[in-house]
């Protein structure tokens, strides 16, 4: 942490004086804009239906009340939490709980009735200068009433497709901070970060939402050493209130010149946090914490190095089981069997199978450490925490005393968020050595299931290799029984040309194949073959083989051809060409 303590915090002038809107809602004004929502593209993915029995129901057809228990549990570990910033008194820029003034579940079992109770009535007491929202696998009937009570200050519609989709984020963690240029007014006062990433599922905890990809299999169909992960993600919203502090046209592109719009740091604020982790492994904020929220930005950036924390935990998880799954035990150093088991694939491929997943797995998940690690250090540059960034949260004087203390503050946050990002890099780190460690496991696993594969296609030969001898040794007898077996001939029982004629042409049949079965007699048969081929060149007048592999000095000739040359290019070609020659006589 830091040395400041609160009133360091609070010693600038950007701290929010400012009250927030009050708002009330009431039952009826949220049947009525759910009713309006269904047309909406991502209000029919499922993402406002909640299944009862074997139905689906919209959330402009659910009620407040209690229901049962959704059978696959998707909703069972969700939670909330509002929070109150007072801008005077002594609890000034200290969160104050709302969400406990509506009950609270021992059991933190969401109930939807009270988070409506929390939600419809903003700022009632018009103390507040700011206000942070939190759900955790929030229901659809939720989603809708956020919806609603936060449209004025966000685009939800924006932050929600996001949320549930890959477009425009392409399923990775990326800062939306430049909000100077955007199209909307409502853009242009809201920042807000989506992360995307995976986390690994406990599935007798909870299960992911309808839009996030996992395996659906049931368990009865996975391997045993299966790891379930799951897509992950959340939206980190900040919306800025009041009016504009500066407006101004500026060049964007080399032809394109757009409005600029930019909100007072110190403006009132609202915080928007969707979480949607399907592990109930969520970090909340800690009510413990003694540290002030001077304005919106700082209580983003706080916000920020908790989702980032939250980020490092899950992918050092996923680490864990990775590194587990492929680890052989410790067994394997006495179990025959076992070392076996690793070093030969079985039939099934089991350990092709996890190498290939482990290692590409956690490529996936490098990508995404990468673009987490780039959309903070591409976003919040030294410029930012100097409170010199025009259009990100700048100070109107950054240069002088009072810019240099909000800079001291807005470091307590930088030194936390670094750290997070340094623990992201270190896990990256980890994964790529585990990569490493995949792809030795790997190349040991070729190398010996390739012995393996060698040693069967040699005793194959071998077989062939007999079979073939045991023909060739009836190849003779096939052929004198061929011959004395012409009906035209007249053979008597007591000729003795059939017995001589078999012996004759058996014998020395069977030692010309049991010569060649030796080193010796091959290397004779070679020589005779050099000698017939250098007979037949000079009685039909023609030039000698140049063929180094037919020569009577075989060993020499290729001795002399594969000799160090000053070019090895030179070499394999003078080589090459020699073959070529050979091969069409020339």
């Known amino acids: 942490m830091s040395d400041y303590d609160g009133d360091d915090l609070l010693s600038h002038s950007l701290c929010t004086t400012q009250s927030i809107e009050k708002e009330s ?35 402009s ?94 685009d939800v519609d924006e932050l929600f497709q996001h ?118 492994e969520h970090t909340m904020r800690s009510e413990g914490s003694r540290r002030p929220l001077c304005n919106g930005p700082f209580a983003f950036l706080d916000s920020l190095a908790l989702e980032y924390h939250d980020a490092v935990t899950r992918y050092s998880q996923i680490n864990d089981e990775v590194t587990k799954l492929i680890t052989p035990p410790s067994q394997f150093m006495f179990d025959s069997e076992l070392r076996d088991g690793l070093l030969f694939e079985d039939e099934n491929f ?58 001291r503050c807005m470091g307590v946050l930088r030194q936390e968020l670094d750290r997070e990002v340094n623990n992201l890099e270190t896990v990256r780190k980890r994964n790529e050595k585990t990569r490493d460690e995949i792809s030795s496991l790997r190349e040991q696993l070729f190398s010996g299931s390739s012995v393996k594969e060698s040693r069967r296609a040699i005793e194959q030969g071998d077989n062939i290799k007999i079979l073939t001898v045991v023909s060739m040794l009836f190849l003779p007898l096939t052929f004198v029984t061929s011959v004395f077996g012409i009906t035209t001939l007249e053979i008597s029982v007591d000729d003795w040309r059939f017995p001589v004629t078999l012996i004759a042409v058996c014998i020395p049949f069977f030692m010309v194949i049991f010569v060649l079965q030796t080193r010796w007699g091959m290397r004779m048969a070679k ?16 030039p000698p083989s140049t063929n180094p592999w037919q020569t009577t000095g075989d060993h020499d000739r290729v001795t002399e051809c594969l000799q160090p040359q000053e070019n090895g290019f030179d070499m394999a070609f003078s080589l090459s060409i020699r073959f070529v020659e050979a091969d069409h006589g020339l």
């Open 61 to 154: 057809e659910q009620s407040l009340e209690p229901q049962e228990e959704r059978d696959d549990g998707t909703y069972k570990n969700a939670t909330y939490e509002v929070y109150k910033i007072s801008g005077s008194g002594d609890q000034k820029g200290m969160p104050e709980a709302k969400h406990k003034e509506n009950g609270d579940d021992p059991q933190q079992v969401l109930s939807v009735d009270s988070v409506w109770s929390t939600l419809k009535e903003v700022n009632k007491d018009g103390e507040a200068v700011g206000r942070i929202t939190i759900l955790q696998e929030v229901p659809p009937l939720v989603l809708g009433a956020v919806h609603m009570t936060m449209r004025k200050h966000f």
């Open 163 to 280: 949320l549930i989709s890959n477009e425009g984020n392409n399923g990775k963690t990326k800062a939306y901070m430049d909000r100077a240029t955007e199209s909307s007014p409502l853009r242009h006062r809201t920042f807000f970060f989506v992360f995307k990433y995976y986390t690994v599922v406990h599935r007798e905890k909870c299960t992911p939402a309808p839009w996030q990809r996992y395996d659906t299999r049931p368990a009865d169909r996975k391997w045993p050493d299966h790891v379930d992960i799951a897509e992950c993600s959340s939206i980190l919203a900040l919306s800025l209130g009041g009016d504009p502090i500066k407006k101004y046209r500026a060049r964007v592109k080399k032809r394109d010149i757009k409005d600029h719009v930019i909100f007072a740091t110190s403006a009132p604020w609202q915080l928007l946090s969707i979480q949607c982790f399907p592990d109930d």
């Open 527 to 542: 020589k005779m073959g050099n000698r017939i081929d250098s007979y037949t060149n000079e009685l039909f007048g023609r």
């Open 350 to 407: 089991s350990y092709s199978r996890r190498y290939f997943w482990a290692y590409n797995t956690l490529g996936v998940i490098n990508v995404g450490i990468d673009s987490m690690v780039s959309a903070y250090k591409e976003t919040f540059t030294q410029e930012f925490w100097e409170g010199k960034h025009e259009k990100l949260w700048a100070h109107p004087s950054p240069d002088l005393r009072d810019g240099q203390d909000y800079a």
């Open 25 to 59: 809602f009431t039952e009826q004004d949220l049947k009525t804009h759910l009713a309006s929502l269904d047309s909406i593209s991502w209000a029919v993915e499922e993402i406002l239906q909640v299944r009862r029995g074997d139905e689906y129901i919209i959330a």
